[in-house]
């Protein structure tokens, strides 16, 4: 499962920015996960559970945004989401030449403490 890995870089980076900015306790944490990261939320949810269990995140929400495939067509420049990453063909032409925008993000959008 490599959401494990992903969710404990996660934290690796909340924790570095918690003690730069004398953070003691984590109230709310918000990630933007791109439908094709492959990253599932329940998973990283799981992680975050398995993970994140000292005083730092006790008590702490994790919010997960995600965010649908957006694609352009390299054949007609139509920008189409994907709702299904096995079917990269544009609903306009029918091409498949198509060129991913955004998707693939996985990122803290903010976090909360004190
Ligand atoms: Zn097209």
């Known amino acids: ?15 570095e920015s918690a003690i ?3 953070i003691n306790n984590i ?3 918000k990630l933007v996960v791109g439908k094709f990261s ?3 939320p329940d998973s990283l949810l799981f992680a975050f559970e398995a993970l994140g ?4 995140f ?3 929400v994790l919010e997960i945004e ?10 007609c420049q139509h920008p189409f989401s994907l709702d299904n ?4 063909v544009c609903p306009n032409c029918t091409g498949r030449k198509t060129e991913i925008v955004s998707g693939r993000e996985l990122y803290i959008d903010y976090y909360e403490g004190d």
């Open 20 to 22: 730069q900015n004398g």
């Open 58 to 60: 006790k008590g702490a």
């Open 1 to 15: 499962m490599h959401e494990i890995s992903l969710m404990s870089s996660i934290l690796d980076t909340l924790r």
């Open 66 to 75: 995600e965010r649908d495939i957006k694609c352009i067509c390299q054949d």
């Open 27 to 29: 109230k709310q944490i």
């Open 53 to 56: 269990r000292e005083e730092l």
């Open 38 to 40: 492959m990253a599932l």
């Open 85 to 88: 990453y096995y079917n990269f």
